[in-house]
């Protein structure tokens, strides 16, 4: 049902409108003014609930034009309907053009030309007002990203490729510390701050960008009117718009000056502890682009700058999970499994490389070999196979696999042995190896066609003491080898100072990649004596256990398709391990449940480490 207000001073003219209502058997409840005064009073009220107003504009207390501006500028939220009796439509169409939903003709309409009107107006201003919603909901976010960016130090630009105009964020105009009414955008505006000695450079990105497919990204200075020097990161994609047919370059700048300053050592602080804050600054530098990150996300008016900012949130999620592969206490040397080494690279590999044809694979021989701990610097090793893969991704042809597997080699020294075979370029490690070998200076590494920095993956192999070694077996089916000293895992079984210490073997099932980094990472920050490995499904699990025998199992009880269910049944009845359920949501209707289908406990995921493993060990007994 309707309420209809009717703002008009001919009880004629009134009359005949309810009889049209009537008369159409339309529902309704009717309200009627002569005055607009009286009619803005029951649009007040309220009780009335008007839905749409027929305003007649000769009134007693308002004639002509100005009854609808005097209505307008006091009702916004109710649509209008004008009767005029002036058959000369111009005053209608006038009417629409200030805001009007439409306009009625006094003596040319009937029943069912007035319930259209009435119908159609009410839909028209509905679906009006959801646009006028959407358009300040934009206009809020575009300042919230807009203020977000200048406190993350990052912008965001676009250039057509054909004509070289360019639009740069109100941020990026901050980061130049430029006013944005003093200029107008383009690659020379750019230039013109850019560090003389970065020019080339900058033009060179500019030129690779807008004939690659690829991300392209450099870093390079820019001397700021007050002298102030800063270090950008430029990145840039080429995309083409299918609507405009513009072929535009994408771009984002990040301020990253701030990685560029040192952390002064402290008088009495050794290189240890030097090392331990440094990592803790970037921790929390990368978690505070995160929170950034992660309120950009979905807010963004272009899909292009969704992408960026997926970008973003993977490269940071991965740059956070190595820093905290590092253990705090920085040891040397420390006891894991090759599966916890490679499973950890490949998630965060997964991450990167969601949006891409490429994938990492690794082959089924090796998969005994992920079961044997071996014994080094887990921080050294891990970092020589990430820049490694990095290197990888650069050179492999589109659609092709990166296949690894890894191999403990027992003899006079022992060695772990990764080799890495993918279809594309292998120019960059050669590159590599010859600097390696040679012992050139990686600060003086060369630049490649591929503008890859080696000096990462150079310092990883002088770190890790690792041996490099390619072999193509053709122009582009290439095959790196790594070999890399170990020790072997000490037998302290008869020690008397480990008298009754055991290893703890733990199974993890968790089909969400970034809760098994972060859910295994907190295990094993306990103890080194916590061997923990992860599958992804309750079939790979069952698959595990077929020839494996872990000490406990915690499982997600949220896997899709009921398979938590199926597989505690499976574990209980075939295996008879002690099943630990976690919940990123627990309740206690959840717990009985899950009690009684037959597992030990029933745990928040998000609880601190040391009450899950204290768990753990009440299980296990």
């Not at 003219?13 to 009717?30: G, M, P, Q, W």
């Not at 501006?69 to 111009?90: C, E």
């Not at 900058?202 to 002298?227: C, G, M, P, T, Y």
Request: include cysteine.
């Amino acid at each position: 049902m309707y309420n209809i207000l009717v703002i008009e001073d001919n009880d004629a003219d009134a009359n005949l409108i309810k009889a049209y209502l009537k008369e159409s058997n339309f529902k309704h409840r009717l309200f009627y003014s002569s005055s607009l005064t009286k009619g803005i009073e029951i649009i007040e009220d309220d009780d009335s609930g008007i839905d749409i107003v027929l305003l007649d504009l000769s009134l007693d207390d308002s004639s002509g034009y100005a009854t609808l501006t005097s209505y307008l500028a006091k009702v916004d939220h109710i649509p209008v309907v004008v009767l005029t009796g002036n058959k000369n439509q111009i005053v209608g169409v006038q009417s629409v053009s200030a805001g009007a939903q439409d306009f009625l003709v006094k003596g040319e309409f009937n029943s069912q030309r007035l319930v259209n009107c009435i119908k159609y107006a009410i839909q028209r201003f509905k679906k009006q007002k959801k646009l006028k919603d959407l358009f300040d909901n934009l206009q809020k976010d575009n300042i919230r990203e807009a203020e977000t960016s200048a406190i993350g130090r990052h912008g965001t630009w676009q250039m057509d490729i054909v004509n070289k105009t360019m639009w740069w964020s109100k941020s990026l105009f901050h980061i130049l510390d430029i006013p944005s009414y003093t200029m107008t955008p383009s690659k020379a505006e750019y230039l013109n701050v850019v560090h003389v000695e970065d020019r080339m450079k900058v033009e060179d990105f500019f030129e690779r960008a807008s004939q690659s497919q690829d991300v392209i990204r450099i870093e390079h200075r820019i001397l700021l009117k007050n002298k102030q020097v800063k270090t950008l990161e430029l990145s840039a994609r080429v995309k083409f718009e299918k609507p405009s047919k513009k072929l535009m370059l994408l771009g984002y700048v990040a301020d990253i000056s701030f990685k560029k300053d040192s952390i002064s050592l402290g008088v009495g602080d050794t290189p240890n502890d030097y090392i331990i804050e440094k990592q803790k600054v970037i921790l929390n530098k990368t978690n505070e682009l995160l929170n950034i990150v992660k309120k950009l996300e979905g807010k963004t008016i272009h899909s292009d700058q969704n992408e960026f900012v997926s970008d973003m949130h993977n490269t940071l999620v991965g740059i956070k999970d190595l820093i905290g592969s590092i253990s705090e206490e920085q040891r040397s040397s420390e006891v894991f499994s090759i599966g916890r080494l490679i499973n950890e690279i490949r998630d965060i590999f997964t991450l990167q490389l969601k949006n891409s044809s490429n994938q990492l694979t690794f082959t089924k021989k090796t998969e005994e070999q992920f079961q044997k701990n071996i014994q080094g610097n887990y921080s050294n090793i891990a970092n020589l196979i990430y820049a490694t893969i990095q290197i990888c991704i650069a050179g492999v042809n589109p659609d092709s696999d990166i296949q690894i597997s890894a191999k403990v080699q027992s003899n006079e020294l022992n060695r772990l042995n990764i080799v890495f075979n993918w279809e594309g370029n292998a120019e960059l490690f050669r590159l590599a190896q010859d600097i390696y070998t040679q012992k050139h200076d990686s600060k003086n590494t060369p630049v490649t066609s591929h503008r890859i920095d080696l000096s990462n993956m150079l310092n990883c192999l002088d770190k890790a003491k690792a041996l490099i070694q390619i072999d193509s077996k053709s122009a582009v089916q290439n095959s790196l080898s790594l070999s890399i000293p170990i020790e072997a895992p000490q037998d302290n079984t008869h020690s008397a100072s480990d008298a009754g210490k055991r290893i703890i073997n733990l199974l993890l099932i968790e089909d969400h990649v970034m809760r098994r980094i972060s859910l295994k990472k907190k295990l094993q920050s306990i103890s080194n004596d916590i061997v923990v490995d992860v599958v992804e499904s309750g079939s790979k699990a069952l698959e595990y256990l077929e020839g494996n025998q872990p000490d406990i199992v915690l499982m997600d009880t949220n896997l899709p398709d009921n398979e938590s269910l199926l597989t505690t049944e499976r574990i209980i009845q075939d295996f008879h391990i002690p099943i630990i359920g976690l919940t990123s949501h627990f309740s206690s209707e959840e717990e009985k449940k899950w009690l009684s289908a037959g597992m030990s406990a029933y745990l928040e995921n998000k609880q601190p480490a040391k009450s899950m493993f204290e768990e753990v060990e009440r299980v296990i007994g």
